[in-house]
Structure formats: C-alpha cells, structure tokens
C-alpha cells in the first residue's frame, strides 16, 4: 500500500470515528501500549493496540491519540516519543513530535511526557470519555485521577467527562465494517496466507517436524510482504490435531496421519485466519475420508449461509445441526437427532464456535447479539467459517479406528452486498486437489 494510500486510509477512520463520538458528545483516549518483556531484559516484537492502529496507522511504542470533536481547534492530537539519537542507535528511528502531523494527518503533536498535563484542556466539552480500562493498572489510575481533577469543574458550569465508557460501545461498531481499503489489506492477509498454506502442503510428508513446517509458513509470510504470522502458527499432525490450541511442535510427521495446520499472515496488522486439514502420505484413509467429507459438505453449507440478512447465529446452529446428524450417521453418536442436540452430546466431538469476526484482531471486536437477538450480517462484515470435529485418543467410547482423528476447516468469507466473497477461496481444500498437491515438493534448502 502506498504511504498516501495508507495516509488516507487511517485519516478517513478517524474522521469516521470523530463523528461517532460527538453523538455521544464523547472523548477517546487510545493508547498504542508498551513493550513487553519476554525473559529477563529480552523484549517480544512490539505490535500496537488495534483501536490506535485502526485510527492512526502509527506503530511505534508509548504513543497515545485524544480524538476530541468539540475541541475548536485541535481535534485529533497524538503524543508520542521524541528523537533523541542515543535511544535510536539503540532501539530504532523515532518519527518524532515535529514531524508527525505532516506524516500521519494528525491535528498536533506533542512529546508524551505532557500527556497528563494537556488532557484537561483536550477533555472540556465533553461528556464522557472512551477509554478501554483493565489493560495497564497504573495507567488506569491516572485516568481516574484525571476525571477527579476535571469533575469538580462541572460545578461551575463547565462540561466535562463524568464517566468513561468502553470502545465496545461506540468505535468497536466502526471497527466491524471494513472500508475498502482495510479489505484491500485483507485480501493481501489471505494471498500470503494462500501461497504460505500450499507451500506447507507440497513439503509435509512423512519425517518433517512441525517446527520445520512452522518455520516454513512464517519464512513464506515474511518473504511476501507481511510482517509476520497473526497468531501463534498451529502445526498438529496425528491426535495433536485433537488439541485445539496445540503451539508444543513437538513431533514428526508419520504417513497415514492428517495433518492440521491453522495459520495465517498479517499484512498492515490485519489478520488472515485459516485452517487446512491434510493426509500425510497423500491419501485419505476411509475413516479420515469419512470425517473430512462431513467437515467439509457442512463448512460448505455454512459459507452459503453468509450473506446479509442472516443471522450471525445462522452458521453456527447449522453447523452443530449437521455435524451432529454425520455423527450419528457414522455411528460415532448416539441418535435420535433431536435428542443429541438437546443434551448436546455432540461437544464430545465438536466444542467450538463456527464463526469469529475478523480484522486487525484474530478475534475481532464487535457484538455477536444486539438487543438480544443474534446479529444480523451485513455488508463489510468478514467471518471465519471453521466447524470441525475432533476424536479424543482415549475416547473409549467410539471404535478405536476413529481415535485420534481431528478435522478442522477453516476460510475466512466477507459479507458482500449480494452474498458473500470467500477471501481464502484459492487455498486447496477439495480432496483432489490435497492428495495431488501435499508432498510433491519440498524444504527450502
């Protein structure tokens, strides 16, 4: 994305979000956070919040945005590092206060260091102040003393924030509908992710290690243009498969296990989110056929049901419908149907959500009920679709034949203004296509 694409982009979120809050006559205060330490003085790569990212599109460490709509003059105002050349020898380039709002669209900029003294001003006016509180307990604190140095002047008549309010009430909502732009980076997530996940297929075979295949996805993420993996890569061959969060990479590849990998990139901080489930070896067992078939006529089925109108619940119940009447029919469960969903028996085998909204977080923000009611998709929503099923090792329940055995697929589908665009669409999934592509090539050497 061009630097005045991207200017653009994160200029055009904010406005969005500056009209928000005046609705609701509101201030924001986003934070783009701190490193965080590893082990010992060994710090993890630094990655800002998403609420400052999505309006900003700045990534460096101790930055905070005021988004202020009465504020007369200076309505959106970063604070943020300032150049000092020992600390950029040491720790990388800062863009520096006096260069920020030509680079990032800002109002004004000024050092963080006076963060706390200039909100009173930036604050008056309003009413109420967004802010995500839980995160940093000592930065929580400073908050409240700011609203307790600010009350007492609404005795005088002055209009200042007597609250704070949580983003999931107001900018969380804009964060769920994509702009184009934000969906041009999607697409670019799902296309590293696409070439990344067909790599993997052409060198797993039997005697790879998953950390070798873990490597491979994020050298294939990296070497396309994102700045790495949006979650921790999960790489489970055989009954590993059966643990949903497996990060562990601890074993090799054995022909006749499937192999279930859940990786995606991000590109601009957005995330892709995919799941693949293959044959070691190249070809599926009757038993590993039988599932995936299932797995993948219901991921199907619930893919056509993403189009605006629907509920968000829609997929989900479908999901658990259909799974439940294969498993019953594969004699993996006992029937009658209704029953099975009424005591759900079913979460034996499948013990997860269908769907997630997607964006600049894996699990994306945004309200899964309104009024009480499932959420109604509409157009520039994008959900994971991802039913599965899993067979515990030791499930002595089911013939062993079936133990040990985990099928999960996974897309991620955009609501479109007629239907649906399946953003993962190219990455292999049809049996076919998995037996004659997974171990025809091999390791980068």
Same mark, same amino acid.
């Given at each position: 994305?061009?630097?005045?694409?991207?200017?653009?982009?994160?200029?055009?979120?904010?406005?969005?979000?500056?009209?928000?809050?005046?609705?609701?006559?509101?201030?924001?205060?986003?934070?783009?956070?701190?490193?965080?330490? #590893? $082990?010992?003085?060994?710090?993890?790569?630094?990655?800002?919040?998403?609420? +400052?990212?999505?309006?900003? %599109?700045? =990534?460096?460490?101790?930055?905070? !945005? &005021? !988004?202020?709509?009465?504020?007369?003059?200076?309505?959106?105002?970063? +604070?943020? #590092?300032?150049?000092?050349?020992?600390?950029?020898?040491? $720790? %990388?380039?800062?863009?520096?206060?006096?260069?920020a709002p030509a680079a990032l669209g800002v109002d004004r900029a000024h050092p963080i260091g006076e963060l706390w003294s200039r909100l009173p001003e930036l604050l008056r006016r309003h009413e109420r102040l967004v802010y995500r509180a839980g995160l940093d307990e000592a930065r929580d604190r400073h908050v409240i003393a700011l609203l307790g140095r600010v009350r007492p002047t609404i005795r005088n008549g002055a209009v200042a924030p007597q609250q704070?309010?949580?983003?999931?009430?107001?900018?969380?909502?804009?964060?769920?509908?994509?702009?184009? =732009?934000?969906?041009?980076?999607?697409?670019?997530?799902?296309?590293?992710?696409?070439?990344?996940?067909?790599?993997?297929?052409?060198?797993?075979?039997? %005697?790879?290690?998953?950390?070798?295949?873990?490597?491979?996805?994020?050298?294939?993420?990296?070497?396309? %243009?994102?700045?790495?993996?949006?979650?921790?890569?999960?790489?489970?061959?055989?009954?590993?498969?059966?643990?949903?969060?497996?990060?562990?990479?601890?074993?090799?590849?054995?022909?006749?296990?499937?192999?279930?990998?859940?990786?995606?990139?991000? +590109?601009?901080?957005?995330?892709?989110?995919?799941?693949?489930?293959?044959?070691?070896?190249?070809?599926?067992?009757?038993?590993?056929?039988?599932?995936?078939?299932?797995?993948? #006529?219901v991921q199907k089925e619930c893919i056509e049901l993403v189009a605006p109108g629907r509920s968000f619940w829609d997929v989900h119940e479908h999901a658990v419908r259909e799974l439940t009447r294969g498993l019953i029919a594969l004699g993996l469960l006992a029937g009658p149907l209704e029953d099975a969903l009424a005591k759900e028996t079913y979460k034996r085998f499948y013990m997860h959500r269908t769907s997630h909204w997607l964006g600049l977080d894996?699990?994306?923000?945004?309200?899964?009920? &309104?009024?009480?009611?499932?959420?109604?998709?509409?157009?520039?929503?994008?959900?994971? &679709?991802?039913?599965?099923?899993?067979?515990?090792?030791?499930?002595?329940?089911?013939?062993?034949?079936?133990?040990?055995?985990?099928?999960?697929?996974?897309?991620?589908?955009?609501?479109?203004?007629?239907?649906?665009?399946?953003?993962?669409?190219?990455?292999?999934?049809?049996?076919?296509?998995?037996?004659?592509?997974?171990?025809?090539?091999?390791?980068?050497?």
């Amino acid at each position: 994305m061009l630097q005045s694409d991207r200017r653009a982009l994160f200029h055009a979120h904010r406005e969005r979000a500056l009209e928000r809050l005046a609705r609701d006559n509101a201030c924001a205060l986003l934070f783009s956070g701190s490193p965080r330490i #590893r $082990n010992h003085d060994a710090e993890h790569r630094f990655r800002p919040d998403s609420d +400052f990212w999505h309006a900003t %599109g700045f =990534g460096e460490p101790e930055s905070v !945005l &005021v !988004l202020a709509p009465q504020h007369p003059e200076t309505k959106s105002v970063l +604070f943020l #590092r300032e150049r000092e050349r020992e600390q950029e020898i040491w $720790n %990388g380039r800062r863009l520096g206060v006096a260069a920020a709002p030509a680079a990032l669209g800002v109002d004004r900029a000024h050092p963080i260091g006076e963060l706390w003294s200039r909100l009173p001003e930036l604050l008056r006016r309003h009413e109420r102040l967004v802010y995500r509180a839980g995160l940093d307990e000592a930065r929580d604190r400073h908050v409240i003393a700011l609203l307790g140095r600010v009350r007492p002047t609404i005795r005088n008549g002055a209009v200042a924030p007597q609250q704070w309010v949580d983003p999931a009430l107001s900018l969380h909502e804009l964060r769920l509908f994509k702009t184009s =732009g934000e969906l041009e980076c999607m697409r670019r997530a799902a296309a590293i992710s696409a070439a990344a996940h067909t790599a993997c297929m052409r060198a797993a075979r039997a %005697g790879v290690h998953e950390r070798e295949l873990d490597a491979l996805l994020d050298y294939e993420f990296m070497r396309r %243009g994102a700045s790495g993996a949006a979650y921790t890569n999960i790489v489970a061959a055989g009954e590993n498969a059966c643990i949903l969060h497996y990060v562990e990479k601890a074993s090799e590849l054995r022909d006749g296990e499937l192999l279930l990998v859940d990786a995606g990139a991000e +590109f601009e901080c957005y995330a892709s989110d995919v799941t693949r489930t293959y044959p070691v070896g190249g070809r599926f067992g009757a038993e590993q056929r039988a599932l995936y078939e299932l797995v993948l #006529r219901v991921q199907k089925e619930c893919i056509e049901l993403v189009a605006p109108g629907r509920s968000f619940w829609d997929v989900h119940e479908h999901a658990v419908r259909e799974l439940t009447r294969g498993l019953i029919a594969l004699g993996l469960l006992a029937g009658p149907l209704e029953d099975a969903l009424a005591k759900e028996t079913y979460k034996r085998f499948y013990m997860h959500r269908t769907s997630h909204w997607l964006g600049l977080d894996v699990h994306d923000c945004g309200a899964y009920h &309104v009024d009480g009611a499932g959420r109604v998709l509409e157009s520039g929503m994008v959900l994971t &679709v991802e039913p599965g099923l899993y067979v515990a090792p030791d499930d002595e329940t089911v013939e062993r034949r079936w133990r040990g055995l985990g099928v999960r697929i996974e897309d991620d589908v955009l609501v479109a203004n007629e239907g649906r665009e399946v953003l993962t669409e190219a990455i292999p999934k049809e049996i076919a296509e998995l037996e004659a592509l997974v171990g025809t090539g091999a390791l980068p050497s």
